[in-house]
């Protein structure tokens, strides 16, 4: 036991040096003799004030040299009032071996204080394609209360506006078309095309797998923002293989995944599919077996026409034909209101409603509403499944995926080299033999 015994002026209520007396379980006897050398000055400044002792007597387990020091009676400049709370933090911050700050007095523990909130996107992978570790500290290791909500899309789609949508909730007043919509948006937390600069630009379009980007809002949701999907010969040529890679690792980690969609193509299904085949199954001990995400399909650059309940209910119908073969789960409701999850946005050009969509704040408001109310389906058997334990799933996730889309390009190299290029070759070689005979024939 800790005895603390400190003396106040009565008369003017001025705080004097306190005085710390240590009593020894073997030794209580001798407590003065102990204490009355190491503190002789201090005791003759207190004697010559009328005061009153206030003795504190609290329980104390720390380390031999903690002790030590305080059997000095080592000066504090802290309060009275506040030396209690002064010795308990000293030991509070000190640091573990480990890295890790001791537990506070009333229990709780250091990894349970909030991780810094984000500001901006943080990189999944660095410049030369390792995975940042470092990115751990942004994310709680005891909450288990957040949803993964990752983004698909062709290249200027609008994927980055979707995610400024969800990254920050705004007042029913805000200017969104200024703010974020506009060319000269300044409040944009996902740089999209408009707002990047030509070397930006050219950079966004080569096939790098570091352009993985994440944030964390302050609801704990976790927004990803992944690679392109190719639009046509030239982009399938130099992105397939990364945006493989990312699609599998959003198919592995996310509960919610958005499909940005300006036109119906045939290249996303095709990558989803060949994702599906090639994602890992196990990434980490305990996850689901046959894990999927939700699927939500988001029409943007939506015109007039697309408004019209006929081409929602043809577009719905293209949608279930051409993507149930994937068994995602993207339908919403029950029984006869079971529909597909599909949603419109129009090409914004003001925050005033036309007469074919509502202002573009109830628009903001129904596609929050839309997203963040979807289903979350538990991706882990373990119940307390936390955010730190899910960026070190993806992690392994990102390792694994990188491997096997490596494995799938030297496959797909091998398959090419023997029978695409093989089977041209030999055509052109009968096309110029047959061109050569039938020359000699009419000769």
């Known amino acids: 036991p800790v005895t603390i015994a400190r003396r106040e002026d009565a008369s003017r209520n001025t705080v004097v040096q306190p005085k710390i007396l240590l009593k020894k379980e073997t030794e209580s006897g001798n407590n003065n003799s102990n204490t009355g050398g190491s503190s ?5 400044q207190l004697l010559t004030a009328a005061a009153s002792i206030k003795t504190i007597i609290i329980n104390r ?13 080592m000066p504090t ?6 030396v209690c709370a002064a010795l308990t933090t000293a030991a509070n911050t000190k640091e573990r071996p480990n890295g890790t700050a001791a537990s506070t007095p009333g229990g709780q523990d250091a990894s349970m204080l909030r991780p810094p909130r984000m500001t901006r996107p943080t990189t999944l992978h660095i410049a030369n394609g390792t995975f940042n570790a470092n ?3 942004l994310f709680h290791k005891s909450n288990t209360d957040f949803t993964v909500i990752g983004v698909l899309g062709a290249p200027s789609v609008g994927k980055s506006t979707l995610l400024n949508l969800l990254s920050v909730e705004r007042d029913v007043n805000y200017d969104y078309y200024s703010h974020l919509f506009a060319p000269d948006a300044d409040e944009c937390i996902f740089a999209n095309s408009r707002h990047r600069s030509k070397s930006q630009q050219a950079a966004k379009q080569r096939a790098r797998i570091e352009s993985l980007q994440f944030f964390i809002t302050r609801e704990r949701f976790i927004l990803i923002d992944a690679c392109c999907l190719p639009k046509d010969s030239d982009q399938q040529r130099q992105l397939e293989l990364p945006t493989l890679s990312s699609i599998m690792q959003l198919l592995s980690v996310c509960h919610v995944l958005l499909l940005a969609l300006d036109d119906l193509s045939l290249e996303p299904l095709r990558l989803l599919q060949t994702a599906l085949r090639l994602r890992p199954r196990a990434p980490i001990k305990g996850y689901v077996p046959g894990y999927l995400p939700q699927l939500m399909f988001v029409r943007t650059r939506a015109q007039r026409l697309h408004f019209e309940p006929a081409w929602r209910a043809r577009f719905d119908r293209q949608l279930a034909l051409l993507f149930e073969s994937c068994g995602l789960p993207m339908h919403r409701g029950r029984g006869d209101g079971r529909v597909i999850n ?9 925050n005033a409603a036309t007469c074919h969509h509502a202002p573009l704040a109830e628009l903001v408001r129904q ?5 963040l109310s979807m289903q979350r389906v538990s991706m882990s058997q373990c119940h307390d499944f936390s955010e730190l334990q ?3 799933m993806l992690a392994e996730t990102a390792r694994k995926c990188n491997a096997d889309s490596l494995h799938f390009e030297s496959i797909f190299a091998d398959v090419k080299q023997r029978h695409v290029e093989l089977r041209s070759a030999k055509s052109w070689r009968n096309d110029s033999i047959s061109a050569s005979v ?4 009419n000769s």
């Open 61 to 73: 387990s720390s380390d031999a040299a903690t002790r030590h020091s305080s059997e000095r009676g």
């Open 77 to 82: 400049t802290t309060t009275a009032a506040s």
């Open 342 to 350: 599909s949603f419109v946005l129009p090409e914004i050009h003001s």
């Open 438 to 441: 039938a020359v000699n024939s």
């Open 40 to 44: 002789g000055s201090n005791n003759e």
């Open 367 to 371: 596609f929050r509403e839309r997203v």
């Open 135 to 137: 990115a751990r500290k």
């Open 390 to 392: 899910w960026f070190e």
